[in-house]
């Protein structure tokens, strides 16, 4: 059987759990020999023997476990033609209370690092072509009271994202988004806040992992998980004091927790 992606190498990061679990399945599913990456020795062993791929271990809060991670990538198998930078983490409560090695945490890990992956494998990628796609979040559209440092990061990972993508025009690399809004994963757990709102109900993982993989076989900019986030987004870019006040008139967190806020 032959897939999309037939010949391929991809990495992901944060492959040992919820997105990128299911994103490295979707991603082995379409063709791609897939480099797991993560933290979790054991979770992530189990990932690479689900989906035939290479586990490769990191803690990207270290800037020298990223400059490790693309060097045992392009060891492991020569190139990376697919860079899905997933990996992240959360943080939950008034910024005032958090402390400043979290906060230094969620920078490494959510926008630090895919900078740097970024840098270290690009060059191979402009040589034979590929593909950078990067998970941001509603949050870092909309802003989440309680998540200022988490949207602050998934924000700049966008804005990145948007200015390589006009860098990089024409240059057979092409770059994208998933802005996801809440999927059903460990991640809320992790961030010591569990995800309790009936609504919007959390998506499947899968799910999202298989609109993932068809925007990046069809080379899409940005997707969106469920669809209906750019709704929000749009207003807000539109009417900015119209969404200002909604948001004041139903509390901070109501407009962006609606719409989710991993
Ligand atoms: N779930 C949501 O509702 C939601 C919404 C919007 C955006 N997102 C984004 O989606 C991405 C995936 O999250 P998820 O929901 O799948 O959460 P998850 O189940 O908690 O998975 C997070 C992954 O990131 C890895 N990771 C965390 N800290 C790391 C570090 N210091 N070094 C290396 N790897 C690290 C974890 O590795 P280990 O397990 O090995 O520690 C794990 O594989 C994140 O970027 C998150 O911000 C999630």
Redesign the pocket.
């Known amino acids: 059987m032959t897939g999309p992606l037939d010949g391929s190498v991809a990495l992901v990061?944060?492959?040992?759990?919820?997105?990128?679990?299911?994103s490295a399945a979707a991603l082995a599913r379409a063709g791609a020999h897939v480099l797991v990456?993560?933290?979790?020795?054991g979770?992530?062993a189990a990932v690479a023997r689900e989906v035939g791929g290479t586990p490769l271990?990191?803690?990207?809060?270290?800037p020298a476990?990223a400059e490790r991670l693309a060097a045992a990538a392009l060891a492991a198998a020569g190139r990376v033609d697919v860079l899905l930078?997933?990996?992240?983490?959360?943080w939950s409560g008034p910024f005032t209370g958090m402390p400043a090695g979290d906060a230094a945490?969620l920078v490494?890990?959510?926008l630090a690092?895919p900078i740097a992956l970024t840098r270290l494998l690009l060059p191979g990628m402009l040589e034979h072509g590929g593909r950078l796609v990067y998970?941001?979040?509603?949050?870092g559209r909309l802003g989440v009271a309680g998540e200022a440092v988490?949207s602050a990061?998934?924000a700049g990972l966008d804005m990145f994202a948007v200015s390589l993508r006009q860098e990089l025009r024409g240059s057979g690399v092409g770059v994208g988004v998933?802005?996801?809004?809440?999927?059903?994963?460990?991640?809320?757990?992790?961030?010591g806040e569990p995800?309790t709102r009936r609504r919007p109900r959390?998506?499947p993982?899968d799910r999202v992992a298989g609109a993932l993989v068809a925007g990046i076989v069809a080379g899409r900019a940005e997707i969106f998980a469920p669809g209906w986030l750019r709704l929000p987004i749009a207003v807000r870019g539109l009417f900015p004091g119209a969404y200002r006040a909604l948001d004041g008139r139903f509390g901070t967190r109501t407009v962006a927790l609606r719409a989710?806020?991993?």
């Open positions: 990061t944060g492959a040992s759990s919820g997105l990128g679990r299911a990456h993560g933290r979790d020795a979770r992530l271990t990191g803690d990207l809060a270290d476990d930078c997933n990996a992240g983490v959360g945490r490494a890990v959510n690092a998970v941001t979040s509603i949050a988490y990061t998934k998933l802005v996801p809004g809440v999927v059903d994963t460990p991640f809320f757990e992790r961030r995800y959390p998506l993982a989710g806020s991993g």
